[in-house]
């Protein structure tokens, strides 16, 4: 009994043979069903005509290429999805490729694979070729393997952080225009209702995160991994605030120094291109961190929090806000997708050991909150700018890059949703003789 007949069924619905008559090799389709047990939640056709599962499914995953196939022969699991899916050797349609949650929704939830037997992996590869096996050479877009990322120093030196850093954030200021909106903010919004725009959530953010640092005119802040200059000119700007803010991406120092300067902020604000280890060693009335805590390293949390503690002086508060893994047994590193084609060398700890972290580095934590909900509710909305204004971002970057970043986004938005991954503050101060720190009986902002 062949491959096909053992396996007829298997995915749901009977494979569609190709056009022209059946090939004496194995299918895309038998493929398919050799991997997938139970009903298929989509139809998935390849390039050699076969199909397998419902024809009148909503979503359709097309495999347009035999380097499409190899791909994912070659990297079962994400990494062989993404290649093929940012290559455009495979295609989901039904769904626009600036946010294809809906498309990722069913394949998390309904789509069933299994592992072949040794026999029928065997039978596969001799019908399909050998050569199969052989892996294309990655997308553009992929960053090089952990172990090849030597060449640019160790896991969280300067220089690799810096290339980390380029990787993921100088793309292109006018691609992150259009998906980040007026207020070029990249990081988790605050929603009061579902029904908020993202700019009111952004400014909520801001208004948020100036409240727990108790920022009041003349006060100095320093802002660690400011990205565009959002928390740096919106403390200026609404509460008198002399902020500087620092970045290790150049093409976002250049952007937020020129917004600074367009918005006549240049007397209180300032966003230099530094590495936070060389900020500035002088005593700060604040510090904020929003969203630099996923690059530096878990191992790195006592060197980070305590220069920040050094930089902070006695009596001032730190706001650190980043995204966490939901429990604190989790792996540090992230998935092979998110490495390769999102944020190299990133890591992720739980809530606890952040916290701990902070709290070791001789800080004294006060307040903590779970923002998680909220990253869902901002993520569908960077994607909902993205596919508006995708022929722009797909000039503008490339269809590949513009791929990359509509399935980060809605696969991010659906791990949060799912709390796979979550999105913490944390307000710590920095206490000065006798554990003085000025902190009031009651949280004096309104969460």
């Given at each position: ?222 802002d660690v991994g400011c990205g ?143 923002l998680r909900q909220h990253y ?40 949060f949703e799912r709390n796979d ?27």
């Amino acid at each position: 009994m062949s491959l096909i007949d053992r396996e007829k069924g298997a995915a749901g619905v009977p494979a569609t043979p190709p056009a022209g008559g059946r090939r004496g090799g194995p299918t895309v389709a038998d493929v398919v069903r050799a991997v997938t047990t139970g009903d298929l939640p989509i139809r998935i056709t390849g390039y050699d005509g076969s199909a397998v599962g419902p024809a009148d499914a909503g979503i359709t995953l097309a495999i347009h290429s035999e380097r499409g196939l190899s791909y994912l022969l070659t990297a079962p699991g994400d990494l062989g999805m993404a290649r093929a899916y940012v290559s455009g050797d495979l295609g989901l349609e039904g769904i626009h490729p600036g946010d294809p949650y809906e498309a990722l929704t069913v394949l998390k939830d309904e789509l069933h694979l299994r592992l072949p037997s040794v026999g029928e992996a065997l039978s596969l590869v001799r019908g399909l070729g050998w050569e199969r096996l052989l892996p294309p050479p990655p997308p553009p877009q992929e960053s090089a393997p952990r172990w090849k990322r030597v060449m640019n120093g160790l896991r969280h030196s300067r220089t690799r952080d810096s290339s980390a850093i380029s990787h993921h954030y100088d793309v292109s200021n006018a691609f992150y225009e259009k998906v980040l909106g007026p207020s070029m903010t990249y990081t988790c919004a605050v929603f009061r209702s579902p029904e908020d725009t993202l700019e009111e959530a952004q400014r909520a953010k801001y208004d948020l995160v100036a409240g727990k640092l108790a920022l009041k005119p003349g006060m100095r802040l320093l802002d660690v991994g400011c990205g565009w200059g959002g928390m740096v000119r919106h403390a200026a700007r609404e509460y008198g605030v002399k902020a500087l803010g620092v970045t290790l991406s150049r093409a976002q120092a250049e952007w937020a120094q020129a917004a600074i300067e367009r918005e006549g902020l240049g007397e209180l604000a300032e966003v230099r291109h530094l590495d936070y280890r060389d900020a500035p060693r002088e005593q700060f009335d604040a510090i904020s961190s929003i969203g630099l805590t996923e690059h530096i390293g878990v191992r790195n949390y006592p060197a980070y929090f305590g220069a920040l503690r050094s930089r902070l002086k006695p009596g001032g508060r730190l706001m650190n806000h980043c995204i966490t893994r939901a429990n604190n047994r989790a792996p540090h590193r992230s998935g092979a997708f998110i490495d390769r084609y999102v944020f190299p060398d990133g890591e992720l700890a739980g809530p606890g050991r952040l916290i701990s972290e902070i709290h070791d580095a001789g800080l004294e934590v006060h307040h903590e909150e779970n923002l998680r909900q909220h990253y869902a509710l901002t993520l569908a909305g960077w994607c909902r700018n993205l596919v508006e204004h995708w022929d722009f971002c797909v000039d503008e970057v490339g269809p590949g890059t513009a791929r990359v970043w509509g399935l980060y986004m809605a696969g991010s938005r659906l791990a949060f949703e799912r709390n796979d991954i979550q999105l913490h503050q944390v307000v710590a101060t920095h206490n000065g003789p006798q554990a003085v720190n000025g902190y009031p009986l009651r949280p004096d902002w309104t969460p």
